[in-house]
């Protein structure tokens, strides 16, 4: 198993507002990082979609579809990092911890002449996550130490 260039990688940080497209028009809500996370993202680390491993204030750890850049069929200005947690969760988690582990590069972003056909196409992404999220070499980073709570800070050690 070979990682490409720049992964695994791991970004932390809080849950912000976006256009609120994602649970409206397409069904599928994203996370999305506040702008340092994305500005830190390293410049070998292309636009396009990304999936791993995610994690919602040191709670249960999920796989994950991300997607990375200016989201074409909507023409953004600002590039964003926003993940999709495989999970339902039962209600938001603005302002939230976001913790992410980057594992492997799925897709470059695309321009479509629908809203159907950028549905389908995040629908597969996500199977295809699924799929992959279950070999041995990315299963193990689920348990990664990055993932693991801060307590031992409060303990003062
Ligand atoms: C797995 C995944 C793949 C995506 N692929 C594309 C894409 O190829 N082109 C695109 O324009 N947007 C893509 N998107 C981004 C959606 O357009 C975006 O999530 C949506 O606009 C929600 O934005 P919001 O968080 O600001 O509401 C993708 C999103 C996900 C989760
Ligand atoms: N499974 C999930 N994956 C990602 N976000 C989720 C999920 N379930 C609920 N949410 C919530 O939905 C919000 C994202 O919805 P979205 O429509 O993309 O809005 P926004 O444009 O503000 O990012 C997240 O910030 C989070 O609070
Ligand atoms: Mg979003």
């Not at 991300?66 to 590039?79: A, D, F, L, T």
Request: charged residues 25%; contains cysteine.
């Amino acid at each position: 198993m070979t990682f490409k260039k720049g992964l695994p990688h791991f970004a932390a940080g809080t849950v912000v507002k976006g256009f609120g497209r994602g649970s409206k028009e397409l069904g599928i809500p994203t996370a999305n990082f506040e702008p340092h996370v994305v500005k830190e993202l390293p410049v070998e680390l292309e636009t396009g979609v990304y999936f791993g491993w995610a994690q919602i204030d040191n709670g249960e750890v999920h796989k994950m579809v991300m997607s990375v850049g200016w989201n074409p069929y909507y023409k953004n200005i600002e590039k964003s990092m926003e993940t999709h947690i495989l999970h339902k969760f039962s209600s938001d988690f603005y302002g939230c911890h976001l913790k992410v582990c980057m594992l492997g590069y799925l897709r470059p972003e695309k321009d479509y002449s629908s809203l159907d056909a950028l549905i389908a196409d995040i629908q597969n992404d996500i199977s295809e996550a699924e799929k992959q999220l279950e070999q041995p070499a990315y299963a193990t980073l689920k348990s990664h130490e990055f993932f693991r709570s801060d307590s031992k800070n409060i303990d003062g050690n």
